[in-house]
């Protein structure tokens, strides 16, 4: 341990005092750099931006210069004076013009359902047109053509109260309303109604019987109501109906000259007319022989028939369908009608053509020696 501590040596202080001066040194230097810094640092410029904001400078109003005042008297003058309409020309429309044109029917569900019902009135078939237009009339309430069209259909059908009742409506509707139809039903109204004299007896509507094979071939009929007025004092025996029928074979229309086995039957009973009509059914039929010739001369279809109801051999009432059968009725009554004339010498082929048997030839044969 005294060896030790006699080897251990004491430090120098020379160096210690070195370091100092050297870091004392080195502070001082960098003070006066700074200084000599600061001494030499360049002058400092100050730079001014200038801004330009706008500012919203409201325009001068310009003043009106004053005009004359107005008197008063021509101020009241201007406000008291009435103000001028041009008058404007209106061309009144003539009478004639006026009576010429029927009105229109502007809602198109109505306008159909009267062409419809004019369609069914034209087909006889009257109580279809009533309600056809009727309903007309709850679409355009009052219009002249439907009141019109409801009259002329009552006047066919006969009921002439209600007809008359139609037309004074459409009447009081007035000219400019009405039109034309307003002078067709002041016409009418003037002249009245003349109804259709029939006496005490008439036909009604005729009905077609339905096609009936039979043995002796096919009935092909009508049936006629015939109507009595009440309390008539008639001779029931004296009553007579005649039905006149015609089919369409090849395009051409013939009347069915003596018919095969034609009859009749009342289809009520007792016939007294009790209670103001009875029914007769007629037919005739076509013997199953004909059905062979159709092959040659076409189909016989049944056309219509002309009814007609006799008293006392004197006629008082006909119906017919379709209609035009009535000219052909006539025309076969004053003679032959043009293009009727008989060749006689058809009559052996139209011979040999009844009494045709299938397998047997057309064409005579030829004389044997």
């Known amino acids: 341990m005294s060896q030790n501590s006699a080897d251990y040596e004491k430090p120098s202080l020379g160096v210690f005092h070195l370091s100092c001066w050297i870091l004392g040194v080195v502070a001082f230097s960098q003070v006066m750099s700074v200084g000599v810094a600061l001494a030499?640092?360049?002058?400092?410029?100050?730079?001014?931006?200038?801004?330009?904001?706008?500012?919203?400078?409201?325009?001068?109003?310009?003043?009106?210069?004053?005009?004359?005042?107005?008197?008063?008297?021509?101020?009241?003058?201007?406000?008291?004076?009435?103000?001028?309409?041009?008058?404007?020309?209106?061309?009144?429309?003539?009478?004639?013009?006026?009576?010429?044109?029927?009105?229109?029917i502007n809602e198109p569900v109505a306008e159909r359902l009267v062409m419809e019902a004019r369609e069914a009135r034209i087909r006889s078939d009257h109580m279809q047109a009533v309600i056809k237009l009727e309903e007309a009339l709850r679409l355009e309430p009052d219009h002249p053509a439907i009141i019109y069209e409801m009259a002329t259909n009552f006047e066919v059908m006969g009921i002439y109260d209600k007809a008359t009742e139609q037309y004074l409506k459409l009447n009081a509707l007035g000219p400019l309303e009405g039109g034309s139809l307003w002078k067709k039903a002041s016409a009418k109204l003037a002249r009245g109604i003349v109804?259709?004299?029939?006496?005490?007896?008439?036909?009604?509507?005729?009905?077609?019987?339905?096609?009936?094979?039979?043995?002796?071939?096919?009935?092909?009929?009508?049936?006629?109501?015939?109507?009595?007025?009440p309390n008539a004092d008639f001779n029931s025996s004296l009553l007579e109906t005649k039905v006149h029928f015609f089919e369409k074979q090849g395009g051409e229309v013939k009347q069915v000259e003596s018919p095969e086995q034609p009859g009749y039957a009342w289809l009520s009973g007792p016939v007294d007319w009790a209670d103001g009509e009875e029914m007769v059914e007629i037919w005739y039929h076509i013997p199953p022989s004909d059905r062979q010739q159709q092959h040659i001369f076409g189909e016989r279809v049944f056309h219509g028939y002309v009814a007609e109801l006799y008293y006392a051999g004197e006629l008082v009432d006909m119906r017919a369908h379709p209609r035009p059968l009535l000219n052909k009725?006539?025309?076969?009554?004053?003679?032959?009608?043009?293009?009727?004339?008989?060749?006689?010498?058809?009559?052996?082929?139209?011979?040999?053509?009844?009494?045709?048997?299938?397998?047997?030839?057309?064409?005579?044969?030829?004389?044997?020696?």
Do not use: C
Not at 334 to 342: I, Q
């Open 40 to 104: 030499v640092r360049p002058e400092t410029t100050v730079v001014e931006r200038v801004v330009k904001k706008y500012i919203a400078v409201p325009q001068p109003v310009v003043a009106t210069p004053p005009q004359d005042p107005v008197p008063q008297a021509q101020e009241s003058a201007r406000v008291e004076a009435p103000v001028t309409i041009p008058k404007i020309e209106i061309e009144p429309i003539s009478p004639h013009e006026v009576l010429a044109n029927a009105p229109v």
């Open 195 to 229: 109804p259709e004299s029939k006496e005490f007896t008439s036909l009604g509507v005729v009905r077609l019987s339905p096609s009936e094979a039979t043995p002796v071939g096919e009935r092909r009929g009508v049936v006629l109501p015939v109507s009595v007025s």
């Open 329 to 369: 009725m006539r025309g076969r009554a004053n003679g032959p009608l043009p293009g009727d004339a008989w060749d006689p010498d058809i009559d052996p082929v139209l011979e040999s053509l009844e009494q045709y048997e299938p397998g047997d030839p057309l064409l005579p044969q030829l004389p044997t020696r």
